[in-house]
């Protein structure tokens, strides 16, 4: 499995970045701690996506996504085990506003405004590090099994782009769900370290 | 003689012994078998499953291709629509089994992530698998369950010439999702 990887340094220090941003901005609109850390970051071709994901990943997840826009072009992705995900914004809902009944409306918003603030935070990131512009779309949220989303990513992509690069994280003492987050560079850009390092997406 | 048909799956118990013994069809490959093979191909997004079966012989065939035809050389017959339904006739004909008597069945093309792009593509595996299944080789397509925003499980039971569907998508609760219309409606059943 570690074939498929590569030296991911930059990446991880964005991931550092954009996921102590991200605990930053939910603990101040939840109210209380939240503490979100990277596991993992890495990259990976389009046609080992299933392959290497799936094996781990056949699960239903709850999945917000954007479309990236400016100098980095694709999509990026949220992605939440959905037995995870519902805990977890129930949890957070019952937390800070005290009621006891969750509508599913209100935790679907509350998703997507979730991975508002990661999409935010890496985008944030992507500037302060590398000065690399990007804008996203409002997210959308979808929950399916990961394999036919991923799939569906597969089918997209495939032909067009080199690799893909994952995020791995966890939110820390919340049963620690897992967290994976996709950024997929469109029209066959390479998201390599040294591009990273160079800055240049157009 | 077991005619093909296409059978739409709501019942967790008939899902869970569905699953039970099958061969898998990896995305970008194709199987092609003789009763009583149990095949199936997991979490269909865009991809499209493609059925084949001669009911004389029993002998049938299940694609699990991802895009409509190559743009260069071929990798592998079984990643597009085009080379797919290439490889399973010539298989299912060395196996015994006569192009005059295959039947076909769709299922998939779905577009989960609701990008124009995608559409594109999820469309363009719908159309070309008709095309090619009845302009090329004038194989009739049975019934589909195809298009749609949710992902797709498909077991072929050669043995009764029956393909079973059974759809992915969920609510945040994690309740079961139904589904009418080829998937462009759907519902929470709890």
Redesign the interface.
Known sequence: MNNYFQDTKELEAIGHEALQSASKALSKILGYDVRIKLASAFMLSPINL?EVLGKES?F?V?TA?S?LKGMLSG?ILLAIP??D??ET?KNMILRTLGVSMLN?EI??DL?KEIANIFFGAIATSLYNKYKIIVSYSVP?????????????????Y??EFDELVIYDAEIVGENTPRIKILIIPEEGRKFSRSELVAGDFR | MTELRLIKVTESSLIAELRKNTITVNIGSYIISKNPARLATWALGSCIAIVLFDPLTSAGSLAHALLPQPRHEVDSPGKYVTTAVHAMVRGLQSIGASIRRLRAVLVGGANILDFAKNISVSTRNIQVAREVLTLKYGIPIIDEDVGGKVGRNVVFEISKGVVYVWYTARSLFGNKINISHGGNKFWSVG
């Open positions: 299933m056949a239903d709850a996504y479309k999509i959905l037995n995900a519902a914004l599913e935790a679907t998703f959308k949220v979808v929950i399916d099994n990961f394999m036919a989303i991923l799939d569906n990513i597969v089918t997209l495939i032909m």
